[in-house]
């Protein structure tokens, strides 16, 4: 990932973690998303089954905030993005939840909140997941 062409974070295998914080969300929810990335059995095993998590595999996390997840597309053609979490806010959420992941022995690099990123990806398996914490009840 560059800013302004220098390279901010940068992960081998592991995974991109675009994370929004929208209006309402709180510590809990950030550590309960972490504590479930952590555990998502998506790696491949010794014979090809999505059955490892980022933990058993020893990679790394590239956390990226990405407030335009929040973006409501219901109406017009301009997204709205009121319901994104207040910038200081989502700030601290989403650097909460990035220490939390560490917390759990889970290397990570960070993106640079509020700026204009350039992030590349090589997606080497065939698995993107949308998590939301409002689907935990």
Same mark, same amino acid.
């Given at each position: 990932?560059?800013? =302004? !062409?220098?390279? &901010?974070? !940068?992960?081998?295998?592991?995974?991109?973690?675009?994370?929004?914080?929208?209006?309402?969300?709180? !510590?809990? #929810?950030? !550590?309960?998303?972490?504590?479930?990335? /952590?555990?998502?059995?998506?790696?491949? =095993?010794?014979?090809?089954?999505?059955?490892?998590?980022?933990?058993?595999?020893?990679?790394?996390?590239?956390?990226? /905030? #990405?407030?335009?997840?929040?973006?409501? &597309?219901?109406? $017009?053609?301009?997204?709205?993005?009121? &319901?994104?979490?207040?910038? =200081?806010?989502?700030?601290?959420?989403?650097?909460?939840?990035?220490?939390?992941?560490?917390?759990? $022995?889970?290397?990570?690099?960070?993106? /640079?909140?509020?700026?204009?990123? #350039?992030?590349?990806?090589?997606?080497? $398996?065939?698995?993107?997941?949308?998590? =939301?914490?409002?689907?935990? $009840?």
């Amino acid at each position: 990932m560059t800013v =302004d !062409e220098a390279i &901010t974070g !940068e992960i081998g295998e592991g995974l991109l973690i675009l994370i929004c914080a929208m209006e309402g969300d709180n !510590e809990a #929810q950030a !550590e309960k998303m972490a504590e479930k990335i /952590s555990k998502l059995r998506i790696f491949r =095993d010794d014979v090809g089954k999505m059955n490892r998590a980022l933990r058993d595999t020893g990679g790394s996390a590239l956390v990226v /905030s #990405q407030f335009t997840l929040a973006a409501d &597309t219901r109406r $017009g053609n301009r997204p709205g993005f009121s &319901t994104a979490a207040a910038p =200081d806010r989502g700030r601290a959420l989403y650097e909460h939840f990035g220490a939390h992941l560490t917390s759990l $022995g889970i290397p990570i690099a960070w993106g /640079s909140f509020g700026a204009d990123m #350039q992030v590349s990806l090589v997606n080497a $398996g065939p698995v993107t997941i949308w998590m =939301d914490s409002d689907d935990w $009840g």
